[in-house]
């Protein structure tokens, strides 16, 4: 069966300081993978999605990053953390091509002080 | 206009209570649905998915899908104080690999 990791779970970070969250998938080959935030009582912002290793689609302009240097393996990143980057972040999978359901991890909440 | 509105409640009932929950979409390209729950500080799990119009059941749950109206809705029979989580809806449009997320409504059944 699939599995999905998600660390850290919780990260508290000065304003200014870098971030690296990481993802991994078991048990499945050639995912696609996505990040989203989840602010308080603002739904969930996909921020980017990757349908294979090297491939990153951005769907909003900000100060994060995202990089797929293996199959499997999905890195968020920021050189500078703001504020407003405090949220609950979470990685998923699909498998197949167009919109087929996505499958969740644990998500990583990141407070940003 | 957003293209997936769900009210956000809350919604409270009593255990054993029937339990609707709805969203409307105003993009007629949507092909796909789907329901997930969200238990607090918690990643969603996938509830139901569904492709065409009507009905389908797992359990307690029931999906509904009117595409002429653009109407879905999530029914709980019988519902439990461990259904007690955010509810939130997804649509898609087939064509490419991004699914449109509802705000989330959130459900507490009370013992």
């Known amino acids: 069966s699939q599995t999905i990791h998600q660390w850290p779970a919780t990260l508290v970070q000065p304003v200014g300081s870098p971030l690296s969250l990481e993802c991994t998938v078991e048990?499945?080959?050639?995912?696609?993978l996505y990040w989203y935030r989840q602010a308080a009582g603002r739904g969930l912002q996909l921020l980017f999605y990757?349908?294979?290793?090297?491939?990153i689609s951005s769907e909003v302009p900000q100060n994060l990053s995202a990089s797929r240097p293996q199959d499997r393996q999905f890195i968020l990143s920021s050189k500078k953390l703001l504020l407003s980057d405090s949220g609950f972040y979470l990685c998923a999978w699909s498998v197949g091509t167009g919109a087929n359901e996505q499958f969740f991890g644990p998500g990583t909440r990141l407070t940003v002080l | 206009q957003k293209e997936v509105e769900q009210d956000p409640g809350p919604l409270s009932v009593p255990e054993g209570a029937i339990v609707s929950l709805n969203c409307t979409y105003s993009?007629?390209?949507?092909?796909?649905f789907m329901w997930y729950r969200q238990y607090s500080r918690k990643g969603p799990e996938l509830l139901m998915y569904t492709y065409s119009s009507g009905n389908k059941e797992d359990g307690r749950f029931t999906a509904q899908v009117d595409k002429s109206s653009k109407y879905i809705s999530l029914f709980i029979r019988d519902s439990q104080p461990s259904d007690s989580a955010t509810y939130l809806c997804?649509?898609?449009?087939?064509?490419?690999?991004?699914?449109?997320f509802g705000k989330g409504t959130l459900l507490t059944v009370n013992p």
């Open positions: 997804a649509n898609s449009g087939g064509s490419n690999y991004k699914l449109t």
């Open positions: 990757s349908v294979g290793i090297g491939q």
């Open positions: 993009n007629s390209a949507f092909q796909y």
């Open positions: 048990g499945t080959s050639n995912p696609n």
